[in-house]
């Protein structure tokens, strides 16, 4: 069998057995002086197999490149949520995702969690997150795990993936799907302010139960993406899909004003899609300007009776979606920026809630599966534009690009692209370091792991104080 066929066989999406400590690693090129804190990714680890568990329940494992004068370490620890110590202690797998139990686990169990979905710096705390439980505080030198973090009890129940923070205040805004129970229509949203102190938390009912995984902040607006990935108890209780692609139900985005409430939410409507992931969004002129990822048809998901979806249709592209404030029209447009099949989007976080002129993301061979085939990185300007584009070797896979700025007050885009990539040939991963602005000229430094980082979702920079 020839090399490439031996590849194209292979992901990087099952876990890793272990935890492990690299306090020296071999750099390839020369890591920037400038470079000094540590990239946290989390990702899906499960510690057992569960039948029929979907891939985005899987344990938390936080991976951890610790970057120092040109240095480079790394540390990994799952995310000891209570789900993990319950499983851990019985030997096996006590739930089989979305939290449904499997048949001979105790009864008095409750489902604890798997925060496997980001991993965030506020108020200076370390947060574990995912979209089902409250954030969970990790220690950030050892990556242990403190707990959940309820902000003093006034915030409860579900808790983004996503949230958003404001370059300007600091402030941290937040909102929470199945906010009444599990596949329940009910959102929560609220913020934190820069010390840490939760300053407003409110709930509403949206238009149906949907997985809403991330969602838009502006200067002076939130709007709510409600998507056709449903929710249904009904299903669930009949062991058919919990989530499902019914597009018939159509887009709902709901646009409300951050210092108002939940009950003036506006509602605008567009033809169904889905969007996983939000580059951006800004405001201009009586108009609300929103970047993201859109699929035709959602991936990963199937239909109701359990058909799947379409591939050809289950691929994001970078898309713009315009919403006019001024009320002649409850619509919102659509436009799609590129055909090139991409996801994973980031800017420069300083413009987050304002207009970027910078952005990244991860493209993919769109001969392959959506996810598993992440083989490039792209930089695009303001409108979508394509400013430079690196690909990988064929069969090598890349993760979310995180961008890392040169200093503080340096321009937007100023800076250093990171991401963890897999060589599909050796089966381990190495930290790829690029010039922000020069990604066509690939990595100025690869920091190299002697085994793999499997394929997880998303990560962010914590600068040395």
């Known amino acids: 069998m020839q090399p490439d066929a031996i590849i194209e066989r292979r992901n990087n999406l099952g876990p890793i057995p272990f935890e492990a400590d690299a306090p020296f690693l071999r750099i390839v090129g020369e890591l920037p002086r400038e470079l000094n804190g540590t990239l946290y990714r989390n990702g899906p680890n499960p510690q057992f197999d569960a039948p029929g568990a979907h891939w985005f329940v899987g344990d938390g494992m936080l991976h951890a490149f610790h970057l120092e004068n040109g240095r480079a370490s790394y540390r990994n620890r799952w995310v000891r949520t209570p789900k993990w110590l319950a499983e851990h202690d019985a030997g096996r797998a006590l739930f089989g995702g979305f939290g449904r139990k499997l048949p001979d686990a105790p009864q008095n169990l409750t489902d604890g969690g798997v925060a496997n979905t980001n991993i965030i710096f506020h108020a200076g705390k370390l947060l574990a997150l995912e979209e089902a439980h409250l954030p969970t505080e990790i220690e950030p030198g050892t990556l242990a795990t403190r707990g959940y973090h309820n902000y003093h009890g006034r915030v409860a129940g579900s808790f983004t993936a996503h949230p958003k923070t404001d370059p300007v205040t600091g402030e941290l805004v937040f909102f929470g799907y199945n906010a009444a129970g599990p596949l329940t229509p009910a959102l929560s949203w609220g913020s934190i302010d820069v ?14 139960a949907s997985m809403v995984h991330d969602f838009i902040v502006t200067e002076n607006h939130v709007l709510f993406p409600i998507l056709p990935i449903t929710g249904s108890m009904e299903r669930a209780m009949s062991g058919r899909p919990p989530y499902a692609w019914e597009p018939d139900k159509g887009a709902y985005v709901g646009v409300m004003k951050r210092n108002g409430a939940a009950k003036d939410i506006v509602w605008f409507r567009a033809e169904a899609c889905y969007v996983f992931h939000v580059m951006n969004a800004w405001e201009d002129d009586g108009r609300i300007v929103a970047d993201v990822m859109q699929f035709e048809e959602a991936p990963l998901f199937p239909h109701p009776d359990g058909r799947p979806t379409d591939p050809e249709k289950s691929r994001a592209r970078h898309c713009r979606w315009t919403f006019d404030l001024s ?75 995180v961008f890392v700025e040169r200093a503080r007050d340096t321009a937007e885009g100023d800076g250093w692209l990171l991401a963890v990539v897999w060589r599909a040939r050796e089966n381990r991963s190495d930290l790829a370091v690029f010039n922000a602005t020069d990604v066509e000229a690939g990595p100025v430094a690869l920091v190299q792991l002697g085994h793999r980082v499997p394929d997880g979702f998303h990560g962010n920079w914590v600068g040395t104080a």
């Open 195 to 208: 010390t840490g102190k939760a300053t407003r938390f409110e709930r509403f009912e949206a238009p149906y």
């Open 327 to 401: 009320g002649n029209t409850d619509r919102f447009q659509q436009t799609y920026l590129d055909d090139l099949t991409g996801e994973f989007p980031r800017i420069d976080d300083r413009r987050a809630g304002l207009k970027n002129h910078h952005g990244w993301y991860a493209c993919a061979n769109p001969k392959l599966p959506m996810f598993g085939a992440l083989s490039g990185v792209v930089h695009v300007d303001g409108n979508g534009k394509r400013l430079g584009q690196y690909l990988l070797p064929a069969g090598d896979t890349i993760s979310e690009p």
